[in-house]
Each structure stands twice: as structure tokens, then as C-alpha cells.
């Protein structure tokens, strides 16, 4: 099976900070990889698709890049509302495993 | 307005069974795959079941293979997730929604949840 693993698991930055999370895969997944966003009592939100194709009404301070083993999501200037838990999660095995998540908060 | 509207959550014991449905609104059942993602208390997202739009192969996590079974019936707009053998492991928050299983891109995958149905397996 794929394993998802991101870093850091925990996150404290403060608004304006530009943030990277890392996502690695125990094998390739090509770029099927996607991103989403969780706040406590809330669904999940996809954010980003197939590595880095941005989700319309999502806004363009987030970012994906990658391929392969390794991708990052990068948040380029931090607002408020931005505070979360972030997914990796691969769609190209059957198992559709989430990474264990990071959690950012604010500093 | 789509929206997703999952009920059937409860308390069970070790062992029982529960069904979970998922009825949708806003859109038709089979013009999307659906899956089934839970939330243990302090813990991470884990996709556990999914079922492709044109009702054909379902999908499921080691973890609950040969226990759960997820279905849909379209003339109700409806996915079930049929769980069976329930563990107290399985105590989470379950969603149902339309996470891409493939690959998806282009911004305008399609993004619906419901709020979610708690289930918890205890004595």
C-alpha cells in the first residue's frame, strides 16, 4: 500500500508568512495528488487537484507543485481564515490514503 | 444547491451493525463517484469507502474490507454504507462526498460534503 507522509505534522506561523507543507509518497503517484483543507466541525475542503491545478473560488495564495514522490503546498501569504489542518491525499491507488495532516496555527 | 445530507449515526456495540445513507440533492447520483471519508476524535482523514458514478466498481480501505458495503440507489438518490463487525476503532465522524478518485484537474473538480454522521462503537 501507498504510504502518505507530510511535514511537519504542526505548523505555528503568523499572518502575512509565506508556509510550505511537504507531502512525500512511498511510491510514485504520477500527479494524482490532492489537497484539502479541515476546520473542526467542518467538511473537508479540496483546495487543490491533480497536484497543482487550483480549485476555482480558491484563493491564488495557495499553491501546489510536484510529481512523482514529492509535492508541497505552499500558502503564500498566511490570513486568517487560513488556520487548518491540511491533507495530502493520493487518488492513484486504490486506497486513496490521506497523509496524517498538519496542523498550522497561529503563532 | 447540491447538498449532501448523511443520517443513520448512532451508538453500537462491538460486533453490531449500522447503515449509514447519504442522500443528495442538486445534482444526479450518477454523475458522481461518491465516497464515504471518517474522522476519529483527535485524529486524521481516512477514506474508508467509494462507489463510481455509473454505480459499477466500489472501492474500499483495508481496514474495513469485508465488513462495509457501500451501494447507491439512484432512484432515491442515495448512497448506503452498510457496516457490519463494527470495531471500536471504527468510532468516527463519517462524511460522504465526491473526493476525486483518479486523476482530476483543471480547478472544477467536483467539492460536495455533507456535515457528516457520527458513529460510536462501545459497550
Known amino acids: 500500500d501507498i504510504q502518505m507522509t507530510q511535514s511537519p505534522s504542526s505548523l505555528s506561523a503568523s499572518v502575512g508568512d509565506r508556509v510550505t507543507i511537504t507531502c512525500r509518497a512511498s511510491?510514485?503517484?504520477?500527479?494524482?495528488l490532492n489537497w484539502y483543507q479541515k476546520k473542526p466541525g467542518k467538511a473537508p475542503k479540496l483546495l487543490i487537484s491533480g497536484a497543482s491545478s487550483l480549485q476555482s473560488e480558491v484563493p491564488t495564495r495557495f499553491s501546489g507543485s510536484g510529481s512523482g514522490t514529492d509535492f508541497t503546498l505552499t500558502i503564500s501569504s498566511l490570513q486568517p481564515e487560513d488556520f487548518a489542518t491540511y491533507y495530502c491525499?493520493?487518488?492513484?491507488?486504490?486506497?486513496?490514503?490521506f497523509g496524517q495532516g498538519t496542523n498550522l496555527e497561529i503563532k | 444547491d447540491v447538498q449532501l445530507v448523511e443520517s443513520g449515526g448512532g451508538l453500537v456495540q462491538p460486533w453490531g451493525s449500522l447503515r449509514l445513507s447519504c442522500e443528495v440533492s442538486g445534482f444526479s447520483l450518477t454523475s458522481y463517484t461518491i465516497s464515504w471519508v471518517r474522522q476519529a476524535p483527535g485524529k486524521g482523514l481516512e477514506w474508508v469507502a467509494g462507489i463510481v458514478a455509473s454505480g459499477g466498481p466500489t472501492y474500499y480501505a483495508d481496514s474495513v474490507k469485508g465488513r462495509f458495503i457501500i451501494s447507491r440507489d439512484n432512484s432515491k438518490d442515495t448512497v448506503y454504507l452498510q457496516m457490519n463487525s463494527l470495531r471500536p476503532e471504527d468510532t468516527a465522524l463519517y462524511f460522504c462526498g465526491t473526493p476525486p478518485l483518479g486523476y482530476c484537474s483543471g480547478g472544477s473538480c467536483p467539492d460536495y460534503w455533507g456535515q457528516g454522521t457520527p458513529v460510536t462503537v462501545s459497550s
Open positions: 491525499q493520493e487518488s492513484y491507488s486504490a486506497q486513496y490514503t
Open positions: 511510491e510514485t503517484i504520477r500527479k494524482y
